[in-house]
């Protein structure tokens, strides 16, 4: 299709309904949907109490579901007892046990078909494997694995001893590892030889090597899956293969049955200072969250062939793909490489191979494919898609319509669903055969999430189009419990605002004439890249952390597939300011932090913008990053000079 239609869309503001063919199947309709609403704002925790009733299987029913007496400290459902595993995997064996939960695809495009009864058989045979290597209730484990079937086993089979995991995503560099090992204080790493993503080796197992060298006194065990074959050294009182640590163990292990409250998983996750924060989660209230949003907006259903292409190390992969699909016994391909590897049709070849009907990825991978033309989409059927979705960062109209009509024909609903690893679950999104969408938008906030947009002084924002910050004023059973180890820092950041009640988002948001949020992006100093947060103090830190470096600060500027990029302003106090020291302060950065840290530019000058008391003008520093006039006073500059050298550096 010609490019101007779709520009002439895009000015009409156009509202799609949901089609018929979808409402028709639905599983929430109008009806449902407002009552849902209706109880929700009459009863909120009696409201989430029926759903915890009706979707989970106790092991002893809860009775209170929410206290709130020790705010914002929030309980759900805590008198009850439970195993996520035993919801995820043994609730399903009865009737699904042949039903295949998992469809792998390797980087090397091979497929393997994995039925509830075997991975309900793989989880308990690996949680054995944990227990005969004294790894029990609370301990942590950190998962530093590829995107595999072998990554959601060792999730839940952690959860099923009551192990608390932190999944820290491949892509992260040794030092980056390290800092969580210790936060977290483990006592296992559970990781792979290495694996090939997009035909390139990833040596994970050196990587946690470099990592456990000096500190992590932690650890005492390091569980290495075979998955590359390249050569690995293995330290023989901590290492063992994965394969020899399951040889011998019996395929059923009683579940640990905890309490609601118990911590299901810690994962990390960048904020505005230097240091990552530990995101707690809990076992009832964040099951929940995962299941009904699988049921409210995808749709989920016994036939669907469910896929989310983000990897297990981020949140979405928690929530749908380890958690979610698996307690509604779906079936969901699980893949291991990237959508550009071996050709740039990866993503829609596996549409049709697999049947997929259900597909969820990141506005960046959109663009990126976009990019690439409609030519490789076109290839292919694309005709088992029924819903698409998206989440990350906010979606450009014109990525929203691409997806629309050349991957989804025009028959799909979008999903463009906003929520954060601290909400656990999806917050606002549309409901798909109720909820009329429109681009960029990610609509409404579904029932029992009491989203709210207000000012400075914490009055709400009621006229259109005019923004605020983005909170949400009621507790919600899959939010948050505390940062690990840190919970005045769980208090400052998110209820420091506007009281023990209101969780404090830390995006902007506005709503139009009709209600609909469109979120503008963060109000803290984190970045969105490729729909991954950074704090622009953990990037600081590592370029001051380099010999050569003085002073550094990063801000973002659009980018075009990343949505943002970063740019460094970097001052010397030795070395050659030029290509090749940028060059290599770009790679230590990848070093220090992984690849998606690695700023995308830097400028070298004599100081930074800063005000009288000595604070770096960032928003000066990004209208400069992105090549703007500048409209601020710049008359209270410790030394306004420096701007236009600022400026010049980057021709
Ligand atoms: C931040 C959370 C939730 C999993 C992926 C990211 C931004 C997320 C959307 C959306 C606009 C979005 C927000 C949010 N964000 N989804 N649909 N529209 N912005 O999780 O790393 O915790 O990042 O991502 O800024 O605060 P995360």
Same mark, same amino acid.
């Given at each position: 299709m010609a490019d101007a239609s779709i520009e002439s869309v895009l000015k009409e503001d156009r509202k799609f309904d949901p089609p018929g063919h979808f409402k028709a199947r639905a599983l929430v309709d109008d009806a449902r949907l407002s009552s849902m609403h209706e109880r929700a704002g009459k009863d909120h925790a009696g409201f989430w109490a029926d759903l915890a009733r009706r979707e989970i299987d106790w092991h002893r029913p809860f009775d209170t579901a929410l206290d709130d007496s020790d705010a914002p400290f929030f309980k759900w459902f805590a008198d009850g007892e439970l195993n996520v595993a035993y919801n995820c995997l043994d609730r399903h064996l009865e009737d699904r046990g042949d039903k295949t939960a998992i469809i792998f695809e390797g980087d090397d495009g091979a497929v393997e078909h994995i039925s509830y009864r075997e991975l309900h058989a793989r989880v308990c045979m690996?949680?054995?494997?944990?227990?005969?290597?004294?790894?029990?209730?609370?301990?942590?484990?950190?998962?530093?694995?590829?995107?595999? !079937?072998?990554?959601?086993?060792?999730?839940?089979?952690?959860?099923?001893?009551?192990?608390?995991?932190?999944?820290?995503?491949?892509?992260?560099?040794?030092?980056?590892?390290?800092?969580?090992?210790?936060d977290a204080q483990a006592r296992a790493v559970?990781?792979?030889?290495? @694996?090939?993503?997009?035909?390139?080796?990833?040596?994970?197992?050196?990587? =946690?090597?470099?990592?456990?060298?000096?500190?992590?006194?932690?650890? %005492?065990?390091?569980?290495?899956?075979?998955?590359?074959?390249?050569?690995?050294?293995?330290? +023989? &009182?901590?290492?063992?293969?994965?394969?020899?640590?399951?040889? &011998?163990?019996?395929? %059923?292990? #009683?579940?640990?049955? =905890? %309490?609601? *409250?118990?911590?299901?998983?810690?994962?990390?996750?960048?904020?505005?200072?230097?240091? !990552?924060?530990?995101?707690?989660?809990?076992?009832?209230?964040?099951?929940?969250?995962?299941? =009904?949003?699988?049921?409210?907006?995808?749709?989920?259903?016994?036939?669907?062939?469910?896929?989310?292409?983000?990897?297990?190390?981020?949140?979405?992969g928690h929530s749908y793909i380890t958690y979610g699909p698996t307690a509604l016994g779906a079936t969901q391909v699980v893949f291991e490489g990237v959508p550009t590897y071996p050709e740039g049709d990866r993503?829609?070849?596996?549409?049709?191979d697999h049947k997929v009907s259900i597909f969820y990825t990141a506005p960046t991978a959109i663009r990126a494919l976009m990019k690439l033309g409609n030519e490789l989409p076109q290839?292919? *059927?694309?005709?088992?898609?029924?819903?698409?979705?998206? =989440?990350?960062?906010?979606? @450009?109209?014109?990525?929203?319509?691409?997806?629309?009509?050349?991957?989804?024909?025009?028959?799909? !609903?979008?999903? +463009?669903?906003?929520?954060?690893?601290?909400?656990g679950a999806q917050m606002i999104a549309p409901v798909p055969g109720v909820t009329p969408t429109k681009p960029g938008s990610c609509t409404h906030a579904l029932p029992g999430i009491s989203a709210e947009i207000l000012? #400075? /002084?914490?009055? !709400?924002?009621?006229?259109?189009?005019?923004?605020? @910050?983005?909170?949400?004023?009621?507790?919600?059973?899959?939010m948050l419990r505390t940062i690990w180890g840190d919970p005045d820092r769980y208090k400052s950041t998110y209820f420091g605002k506007y009281g023990n009640q209101v969780y404090v988002v830390g995006d902007a948001? /506005?709503?139009? %004439? /009709?209600?609909?949020?469109?979120?503008?992006?963060r109000t803290d100093d984190v970045v969105n890249i490729s729909g991954h947060r950074l704090g622009t103090m953990e990037v600081e830190s590592a370029l001051v952390a380099h010999e050569a470096v003085a002073e550094a600060a990063v801000v973002s500027r659009p980018h075009e597939v990343k949505g943002e990029a970063i740019v460094a302003f970097a001052i010397l106090k030795s070395g050659e300011p030029g290509e090749a020291l940028a060059g290599e302060l770009r790679n230590w950065v990848s070093e220090q932090l992984g690849a998606i840290a690695k700023p995308e530019e830097i400028r070298f000058a004599d100081g930074l913008p800063k005000t009288r008391s000595g604070k770096i003008m960032r928003r000066l520093l990004r209208a400069i990053a992105r090549g703007e006039q500048i409209t601020q006073d710049t008359s209270t500059l410790e030394n306004p000079q420096i701007i236009e050298q600022l400026q010049r550096a980057g021709r």
């Open positions: 690996f949680a054995n494997a944990l227990k005969a290597r004294d790894i029990g209730l609370s301990d942590r484990v950190v998962i530093y694995m590829p995107n595999t !079937p072998q990554a959601v086993v060792a999730m839940l089979a952690c959860a099923r001893i009551g192990a608390i995991h932190s999944v820290v995503f491949g892509g992260f560099s040794a030092p980056s590892l390290k800092d969580r090992i210790e559970i990781t792979a030889d290495g @694996n090939y993503r997009g035909g390139k080796l990833i040596p994970l197992k050196d990587t =946690v090597d470099k990592a456990l060298a000096d500190g992590c006194e932690s650890i %005492e065990t390091v569980i290495v899956l075979k998955r590359a074959g390249n050569d690995v050294s293995m330290d +023989d &009182g901590r290492d063992v293969w994965w394969d020899k640590a399951i040889d &011998g163990q019996p395929a %059923e292990c #009683e579940p640990e049955w =905890v %309490e609601a *409250e118990h911590p299901l998983f810690i994962l990390y996750t960048s904020g505005s200072t230097g240091k !990552p924060k530990g995101i707690q989660h809990s076992t009832g209230g964040y099951l929940l969250g995962a299941i =009904v949003t699988c049921k409210w907006v995808f749709d989920l259903q016994d036939d669907d062939v469910f896929w989310c292409t983000a990897d297990v190390g981020w949140i979405t993503f829609w070849k596996m549409v049709d290839k292919h *059927e694309l005709d088992s898609l029924r819903l698409l979705g998206t =989440v990350g960062e906010p979606i @450009n109209p014109e990525a929203w319509m691409w997806y629309h009509r050349v991957i989804g024909h025009e028959q799909c !609903p979008i999903v +463009d669903t906003w929520w954060q690893t601290e909400t000012d #400075e /002084e914490g009055r !709400p924002v009621t006229a259109a189009d005019k923004g605020g @910050n983005l909170v949400i004023s009621r507790p919600w059973p899959h948001a /506005e709503r139009d %004439e /009709e209600g609909y949020f469109r979120i503008l992006g």
